[in-house]
């Protein structure tokens, strides 16, 4: 063996020594750092995830006041009861202010399911709002009745803007008849402008499944709206109560 | 003179380098040596930022948790928040679905000429179920009637696609009189047809002008009497309601409460 042939030997030897140490030493040290790094990333996406998630818990709570606010009010166009008597007073107070006799009113069959248009929020389920069939009565002139409609129609509008505004119960008129009075109580050209106006109309109730604000509703802070809210602490729910 | 060379053997020309007394060992020696060297560098640095990553790893693990539990904790305020979201869309959708009753009245009293007259006026939009001896009557009774509902969860009692449509009855001085009021008819926005159905006069002997007798019609003299058939344009879809619709809370005014 030559000298040259012994310094290859011995710097094949070296690489081999070297080599063994990075496969059995240093390399699985690497998978592991680099194993590590990916638990690291998939741990800050998570962390971005949360803190978004919770961003927007965050700002839900500060909406909180003015989304009570809301549903309450939407309680007078949609409540979770019938409301009858509220209704008849709406219905008097319009009539009396657009000077109509407000006659009769009697309920109707329930009214067939016909469509679907109902609103989801994405990932909300569907409001499926239960219809209320009515029959109204009411005498009076071709303008006053005109008006008439116009206020039912002005219990719940939507504004120019698209904000819902709610100052009643929310009706959908279906058919509306008109006739010459026939109660004999006017008389001469008076008695001949007198119209009678059948109109069938539909309210909505929420589902019995609801209530008004949901069957837990969060108390944070103190409840705007009113009603007798309980107050706790800004993250514990609680039941609160409220007639529209 | 003998010539000396005063170089040692084993330096002279021709010696490779490194073929000392250990022939490489020594440079072997130190290249093994760096190598270890540099593999236990590797090694250190590699266990370093394993060390740190984990750490970093439990402590964003551990502030994700936190951030959830935070989340699941004010989870009903979204939940609440998603419910004023969706009931105030359905109210949206259910108002725009309605058909303006007061503007087309408005528009019959304002196209109808004055040579007619209106004894009857019916219209109806979508189906209409509660008619006739469906109802109970009950004469401006407060009693907290149990009125019948819905069993299905259904939105609009006028859903879109609804063709509201009216009849007019009435009588008019002349058949041309009933002509016009066909034509005017046509003139309200968004009337899809007019058409007649019968306009009837009917001949009394001497009956001419406003100071005729009433006819068994109803109408003066032998005016005619006619009944129009007014057909509206279908009720359109409900435009997809924004993502925000507001709720105007303070208006309570203008209302009956």
């Not at chain 1, 690291?40 to 971005?48: D, G, I, Y």
């Not at chain 1, 837990?216 to 103190?222: F, N, V």
């Not at chain 2, 007061?102 to 179920?129: D, H, Q, Y």
Request: proline residues 5%; charged residues 10%; neutral net charge.
């Amino acid at each position: 063996m030559t000298g040259r042939d012994r310094i290859v030997l011995i710097a094949i030897a070296v690489l081999a020594v070297l080599g063994a140490g990075w496969v059995l030493v240093v390399s699985p040290e690497k998978k592991q750092e680099r194993k590590i790094a990916a638990q690291v990333a998939e741990a800050q996406s998570q962390l971005a995830s949360a803190e978004g998630q919770l961003a927007s818990a965050r700002q839900a709570q500060q909406q909180y006041q003015a989304a009570y606010a809301s549903i309450v009010s939407l309680g007078k166009a949609v409540p979770a009861s019938e409301e009858v008597p509220s209704l008849i007073y709406e219905l008097e107070q319009a009539s009396n202010q657009k000077n109509v006799d407000f006659s009769s009113i009697a309920t109707g069959a329930a009214a067939s399911s016909t469509s679907s248009a109902t609103a989801a929020a994405p990932g909300v389920a569907p409001t499926g709002f239960t219809q209320m069939p009515f029959t109204f009565v009411f005498n009076g002139t071709f303008a006053g009745l005109d008006h008439l409609f116009q206020q039912l129609d002005d219990f719940t509008q939507r504004s120019a803007s698209g904000a819902l505004q709610v100052s009643g119960r929310l009706l959908t008129i279906q058919s509306v008849k008109l006739a010459p009075a026939t109660d004999g109580v006017t008389a001469g050209k008076a008695a001949l402008e007198q119209l009678t106006g059948t109109i069938t109309a539909t309210a909505y109730v929420l589902p019995a499944s609801q209530g008004l604000t949901g069957a837990a509703s969060p108390a944070g802070g103190a409840s705007s709206a009113s009603g007798s809210g309980s107050s706790g602490s800004p993250t514990t729910p609680a039941i609160v109560k409220a007639n529209p | 003179m003998r010539a000396v060379n005063l170089i040692p053997a084993a330096q002279r020309g021709g010696a490779s380098v490194g073929a000392g007394r250990s022939e490489g060992g020594v440079y072997a020696l130190l290249a093994l040596l760096a190598g270890v060297a540099v593999l236990a560098a590797l090694y250190g640095h590699a266990r370093h930022e394993i060390s740190s990553r984990r750490g970093q790893a439990a402590s964003l693990t551990a502030q994700a948790q936190q951030a959830q539990a935070a989340a699941s904790q004010l989870a009903p305020f979204a939940s609440f928040v998603a419910l004023r979201e969706q009931r105030a869309q359905a109210v949206s959708q259910l108002v725009a679905s309605r058909f303006d009753w007061a503007n087309v009245f408005r528009e019959f009293g304002r196209v109808l000429p004055p040579t007619t007259t209106i004894s009857a006026l019916s219209g109806t939009v979508g189906s209409s179920a509660t008619t006739g001896s469906s109802t109970t009557s009950s004469t401006t009774s407060s009693s907290s009637t149990s009125a019948s509902k819905a069993a299905a969860t259904v939105s609009s009692a006028t859903p879109p696609g609804s063709v509201p449509t009216f009849t007019l009855t009435g009588c008019a001085t002349s058949q041309a009189a009933v002509a016009k009021t066909i034509q005017r008819l046509r003139l309200i926005d968004g009337v899809s047809d007019v058409t007649l159905q019968s306009s009837t006069a009917t001949a009394v002997p001497g009956a001419t002008g406003s100071a005729a007798p009433v006819g068994s019609n109803g109408c003066a003299g032998s005016d005619p009497v006619f009944s129009i058939a007014v057909t509206f344009e279908a009720l359109p879809q409900a435009s997809s309601a924004s993502a925000a619709t507001t709720v105007d809370a303070s208006v309570p005014s203008g209302g009956a409460r």
